[in-house]
């Protein structure tokens, strides 16, 4: 065919590929943080991260005092149990929470304005301490009420408040992150961007750099009143904004209708709410969270093994299904958290890194794996070495690779 034949093909298709470069721009060549702990602004200080982390630490050699005692209460294969122990300690002294939110919503409810005042700016100081002395956790931010009729000024208040604190420190840092709780609406999203463009002209933030996610726990949120899903749009709406899709567990279930007693991550209303979040999200670089439990591992430890096992059973089931996020409530569901995200990357490691290293020497691993299959592989691998599970030492003699490799593998961009 001629040349005029593909450049009238090229004309033709221009506006479609611009679309698509637009909406779908793939990974945004950043950490996912593997939970986000929620804790009620007036109970979060300078000292809560530390508080949590020895908690955890507690919670573990109480409970689960050993690599071969925690096996025991958590199926643990005894080929991964001593290496998950060790990595699970060292990761609750090094990093015990990779994403905090300080709760202004449902973990905190109403109170009268000067008290709320109050604690959105104490609140922020003890923040701007973690992050002066290098010990905040990697991601950070608040969680603001909705910005339905009701609770419209005072979470766009608590906003202003807190983030001014920061910005007169310089603290605000690019791992602050907003949530924006009980969305209902397309609109609501683009409001928020005119909140978000107020207050970095008001504070002198260089705009757009306040980022949000998107709790959704609202029937609204996952169907509209035109039979569509607004999430695609509402990402759209964000300008560029939105950097997560939070499944809200039980405000989205109890609206439904579903019985308390059967409010979990695993209801099918609560599954199919996620795989519509995880369309809508697919090639944004919009990441996107699952829920949490509330059975909460304290008592006797007959209850914490108890919701230990629960725990560590959703935690790998979301993982299985692609959702590498979850929240988390209590410091004891640290060693949980940690313990089953380390199996599902240990245990996976070799079959992935030899597949890997199949794909790129050329030779046979059993599989015929694809360029988008090879990415998921080397994702899985790099997931593994962000959080702790893998060392990067592990990649050259699994793999013959370094990280930067691994990370072209997985179709991310490096950032400078």
Known sequence: MEDAFFAELDRQLAPADAVLTSLYPGDRGVRQPIHTVYVPADRFDASTVTEWATEARA????????????????????????EVYDRVRAKLEREPIEDLRIDFEDGYGIRPDEQEDAAAIGAARALTKLVHAGTAPPYHGLRIKSLEPPSRRRGVRTLDLFVGELARAEAVTDGFVITLAKVTSVEQIAAMVVVLDAIEWQHRIPQGTLKFEIQVETPQAILASDGTTPLPNMIQAAAGRVTGLHYGTYDYSASLGVAAAYQSMEHPVADHAKDVMQLAAAGTGVFVCD??????????????????????????????????????????????????????????????????????????????????????????????????????????????????????LARRPLRS
């Open 291 to 408: 829920g949490s439990t509330n059975v909460l591992p304290i008592g006797d430890s007959h209850q914490v093994h108890a919701a230990w096992q629960l725990h560590k059973r959703l935690v790998l089931r979301s993982l299985v299904r692609g959702i590498y996020q979850g929240w988390d409530m209590h410091p004891a569901q640290l060693p949980s958290r940690y313990v089953a995200t380390y199996l599902f990357y240990r245990e996976g490691l070799e079959t992935a890194a030899a597949r890997l290293r199949a794909y790129v020497e050329g030779g046979d691993s059993g599989y015929l794996d694809e360029p988008a299959t090879a990415a998921a592989l080397a994702g899985f691998v790099l997931r593994g070495v962000e959080c702790g599970a893998v060392d990067p030492a592990e990649l050259d003699r699994l793999i013959g690779v370094d990280a930067a490799s691994l990370a072209k």
């Open 59 to 82: 919670a573990l050699d109480q409970h689960g005092g050993s690599a071969d005692e925690l096996a025991g209460i958590l199926g643990l294969p005894s080929a991964h149990a001593a």
